[in-house]
């Protein structure tokens, strides 16, 4: 049996946690805390440390599955959870003012990593935004000749989040 480790990325809000609720095959541990800056108009508490839940695969391996805080503040931990990973999974809130930037942001503070390993992006809230979030995205990676899967996905969606997760462990298998 081998351990894996996968870090889920992206801003706060993007559904990060949900999707470690909605993979983890068993209770996930959360850090969370009360929110006190302008995030505390969208949500009561945020992640100030990491999530963790764990994914445990037919062939007896097990997934670790880490989420990063999103806030900027908390950057400090980006390093210490992507130790170690065999790959990211990048959430892309599709209703934030500029998903671009928010996307160039976190392949360039997890490049390093990602040079090493690989990413897959999910995008989430997509209905309730335009279509075009998705091109744009492609746009910017094809400029910046990065080839990286992206879906839109709903993080409480077990079936959407698996799928992201097994995208990024066949390009890790077969890239």
């Not at 097990?62 to 908390?74: A, D, K, L, N, S």
């Not at 990048?90 to 090493?116: C, G, Q, W």
């Not at 995205?137 to 698996?162: G, H, N, Q, T, W």
Request: with cysteine.
């Amino acid at each position: 049996m081998s351990e894996l480790k996968l870090v889920i990325t992206g801003t706060a809000g993007v559904g990060k946690t949900t999707a470690i609720q909605s993979l983890s095959d068993r209770p996930p541990i959360a850090t969370e805390s009360e929110t006190t800056d302008e995030l505390s108009e969208i949500k009561s508490t945020t992640t100030v440390a990491f999530d963790f839940g764990e994914i445990y695969l037919d062939d007896g391996n097990v997934v670790h599955v880490y989420g990063t805080p999103g806030q900027e503040r908390f950057r400090h931990m980006w390093e210490i959870v992507a130790e170690g990973a065999i790959g990211f999974i990048i959430l892309v809130d599709s209703s934030r003012d500029d998903p671009v930037a928010d996307l160039k942001m976190y392949i360039d503070n997890f490049k390093t990593f990602i040079d090493e390993t690989s990413a897959v992006i999910g995008v989430t809230r997509i209905n309730e935004f335009n279509g075009q979030c998705i091109e744009d995205l492609y746009c910017f990676l094809e400029k910046e000749a990065l080839f990286y899967p992206i879906m839109a996905v709903d993080p409480r969606d077990k079936s959407d989040m698996s799928q992201l997760m097994l995208s990024l462990l066949a390009m890790l298998e077969y890239g």
